[in-house]
């Protein structure tokens, strides 16, 4: 399958292109030519199928044109070494959790995906070259991607977070790594690291130096991926008889709630879907008024969510041919202030003993709203989902004085922060980065 850029200006790409170059020339995101719909009959018995069937089937959609099934299906196989459940919260609202990966965050799925894909395309080249990834992070990105890419053979990854501006818990793991892992700690905002690293793929001199791929939901084999678990979701839930569903997705860079509405397109029965945002309200503003307006981003509790101008915008405004109406139609939007997070985070325990992390109240909040508007409009029940995205252990220092107890931290968890942190201070100046790069 050739893969083209939402900005239009630039050749086609084949998929090895469009994952190990990540952006395209220029700097347009890309998108494959067509998403293939999947057949009636996998929807009729997807709730007899394994989550790695389900998945192998979705990646064939988009990947199976390029990667021998035996070699794609051991990709997937690998990623999935987790579950992600349903789990249900009160009457008619259910937690998709995404949390039982190696760094305990929704993330796991696309970093472990693409790590496992990039090393198939730099096997097959054989040309000893090695790939250098580049992400930025607002918190678990950079240790889902650390993690995933974590002594792989050939590939050396570059974390750029914001200081100061990730829990102490997410620095962690991906700054105690070593090995393949370099964290770069840059003295600004997530979209300054953001910023970097779409500029270091735009820079010529630095593209002949080194070989650079990004890693973020930018790069088709991070974000495409994500769409394997709303099957799952809905398999889950067809199985007790639930098929009227509605699906709320916590959004800061938009790459999660992208999957979902590739899932939908490829015929995932999905009635609506929710963007919930904190403060950094930029897409709840535009499907408001239509008028997308990117503006420097605030900090939040729910941190990882804490993005002023959303990369994968540019996605979903080409999957919709720029309509803002087919856009709302599909998409509703709402924001929260820290005191609204807390407030959820509090209340949901307290009524049902389900702990959220900061990120996962806003779905829940926004999904409680939701639901209440149109089950009192409707005779038939819909079914709502929220997306929780991280386990609360990771906002400990968050979450405990809101709850009013102490926060457990898993054992996997709790390795990370055994290790000495290693990190490279950097400014937001794409100067000093390029000769950072460049001595390497």
Known sequence: ??????????????????????????????MPERIKQLPQEFFDTIQDKTFQEIAFAVADAFFGEDVPADDLRRIVDDTLQFDCPVVPVKDNIYALELFHGPTLAFKDVGARFMARLLQYF???ENEGQQVNVLVATSGDTGSAVANGFLGVEGIHVYVLYPKGKVSPIQECQFT??????????????????QRLVKSAFMDDELCRHMRL???NSINVARFLPQAFY????????????????????????????CAGLFAKRMGLPIRHFIAANNANSVFFEYLQSGD???????????????????????????????S??????????????????????????????????????CGMRALE????????????AQVGVFLETAHPAKFKDTVEPIIGTYVAIPARLAAFMQGTKQSVPMTAEFTDFKTFLMSR
């Open 1 to 30: 399958m050739k893969f083209y850029s939402t900005n239009n200006n630039a050749p086609l790409a084949t998929l090895e292109k469009a994952v190990v170059k990540g952006l395209a020339e220029d700097r347009g995101l890309y």
């Open 122 to 124: 730099i096997k097959k």
């Open 176 to 193: 105690t790594l070593g090995q393949n892992i370099t964290a770069v700690e840059v003295d600004g905002v997530f979209d300054d690291c």
């Open 213 to 215: 791929t990004s890693a």
């Open 230 to 257: 709303y099957f799952w979701a809905y398999a889950q839930l067809k199985k007790r008889g639930l098929t009227d569903i509605v699906v709320c997705v916590p959004s800061g860079n938009f790459g999660n709630i």
């Open 292 to 322: 997308y307006v990117p503006r420097a981003s605030v900090q939040t509790i729910a941190n990882a969510m804490d993005v002023g101008d959303p990369s994968n915008f540019a996605r979903i405004y080409d999957l919709y041919g720029k």
């Open 324 to 361: 803002h109406a087919a856009i709302i139609a599909d998409i509703s939007g709402c924001t929260y202030t820290d005191a609204q997070i807390a407030e959820t985070i509090r209340r949901t325990y307290v009524d049902t003993r389900y702990l959220c992390d900061p990120h996962g109240a």
């Open 369 to 380: 709203e939701y639901m209440s508007m149109v089950n009192a409009q409707s005779v038939n």
